[in-house]
T-cell receptor, first 117, second 115 residues
Framework: AQKVTQAQTEISVVEKEDVTLDCVYE???????LFWYKQPPSGELVFLIR??????QNEISGRYSWNFQKSTSSFNFTITASQVVDSAVYFC??????????????FGTGTRLKVLA | DTGVSQDPRHKITKRGQNVTFRCDPI?????LYWYRQTLGQGPEFLTY????????KSRLLSDRFSAERPKGSFSTLEIQRTEQGDSAMYLC?????????????FGPGTRLLVL
């Protein structure tokens, strides 16, 4: 069965600190996709990144970076120089591949990030 | 681009009443998904449409729940004889047909409270 574990329930940091959100997944599939979403207080899930299982390159987008390691089944998310606007709940999700595309997502329980001014 | 829209945004109902939610996906997205999110949890998959065909339903979707997507455009999710345990955020997502762009984009959700 597929499973996503986000062990950190809540993290508080002071503005400008770096913070890493952990994500560990389980799947028997050889082809799968991993995602990170941000859910601000308004409630809408905002897509941040998609990574497929064959692409282990780390990615950087501005202050955001992602570290994908198949050997440890982890897909961690780092925010550099955090800002108050980064305060939200962050979800990691896993999808098996079907018909060449993704399918239903399995979400972790989320990590609530609080960035204090 | 217009994103996924959901209506209503909030719904309060009494136990035993029926409710219906609507989701309008991003235009030309042929895949549509419904999820349910309870407090402190991640979204849980309910059902999936490809065009007008409902291809999978979760065990979470009891016989009181029904979803439709007539003509492969908007979708509705109906809950009959609501129970207090149905209180949750109901999220809709859509994704494009192109495999390389396969990512689910979520709407703002409908928050249901059953009294």
């Amino acid at each position: 069965a597929q499973k996503v574990t986000q062990a950190q329930t809540e993290i508080s940091v002071v503005e400008k600190e770096d913070v890493t959100l952990d994500c560990v997944y389980e799947t028997r599939d050889t082809t799968y996709y991993l995602f990170w979403y941000k859910q601000p207080p308004s409630g809408e899930l905002v897509f941040l990144i998609r990574r497929n299982s064959f692409d282990e390159q780390n990615e950087i987008s501005g202050r955001y970076s992602w570290n994908f390691q198949k050997s440890t089944s982890s897909f961690n998310f780092t925010i550099t120089a955090s800002q108050v606007v980064d305060s939200a709940v962050y979800f990691c999700a896993l999808s098996e591949a079907r018909g060449g595309g993704t399918y239903k997502y399995i979400f972790g329980t989320g990590t609530r990030l609080k960035v204090l001014a | 681009d217009t994103g996924v829209s959901q209506d209503p945004r909030h719904k309060i109902t009494k136990r035993g009443q029926n409710v219906t939610f609507r989701c309008d996906p991003i235009s030309e997205h042929n895949r549509l998904y419904w999820y349910r999110q309870t407090l402190g949890q991640g979204p849980e998959f309910l059902t999936y449409f490809q065009n007008e065909a409902q291809l999978e339903k979760s065990r979470l979707l009891s016989d009181r729940f029904s979803a439709e997507r007539p003509k492969g455009s908007f979708s509705t999710l109906e809950i009959q004889r609501t129970e207090q345990g149905d209180s949750a955020m109901y999220l809709c997502a859509s994704s494009p047909p192109e495999m390389e762009k396969e990512t689910q984009y979520f709407g703002p959700g409908t928050r249901l409270l059953v009294l």
